[in-house]
């Protein structure tokens, strides 16, 4: 059974930073990509950002670009995205997503085979 599990929102101050994690389980972690995608309330869900299994290819919504980072750790079945220079706008539930392909991502929702069951991030102002 694949599981996906979120960690390390929670309320920071605008300029502020936090780092999410992404646990896998259940699947060939290191073949698969990784993706992160947020919903803040009454929107739809959004791309944020994503990343191929070997880590080398990245891809950013504009929205971030600059101010988060994502990464993985495959000996550990983990992806993170490190969130600087945090917003008011950041606000959401973040969820990350895998896929299976491994050698692309793509800021589609149909794309992405499993999904987490998302972290709450709150940016004061």
């Known amino acids: 059974q694949v599981q996906l599990v979120e960690s390390g929102g929670g309320l920071v101050q605008a300029g502020g930073s936090l780092r999410l994690s992404c646990a896998a389980s259940?699947?060939?972690?290191?073949?698969?990509?990784m993706g992160w995608f947020r919903q803040a309330p009454g929107k739809e869900r959004e791309f944020v950002s994503g990343?191929?299994?070997?880590?080398?290819?990245?891809r950013y919504a504009d929205s971030v670009k600059g101010r988060f980072t994502i990464s993985r750790d495959n000996t550990r079945n983990t992806a993170y995205l490190q969130m600087n220079s945090l917003k008011p706008e950041d606000t959401a539930v973040y969820y990350c997503?895998?896929?299976?392909?491994?050698?692309?991502?793509?800021?589609?929702?149909?794309?992405?085979?499993?999904w987490g069951q998302g972290t709450q991030v709150t940016v004061s102002s």
């Open positions: 990343i191929t299994w070997s880590g080398v290819d990245t």
């Open positions: 997503a895998v896929n299976s392909g491994g050698v692309r991502v793509s800021v589609n929702f149909g794309f992405w085979d499993y």
């Open positions: 259940g699947l060939p972690f290191s073949t698969y990509a």
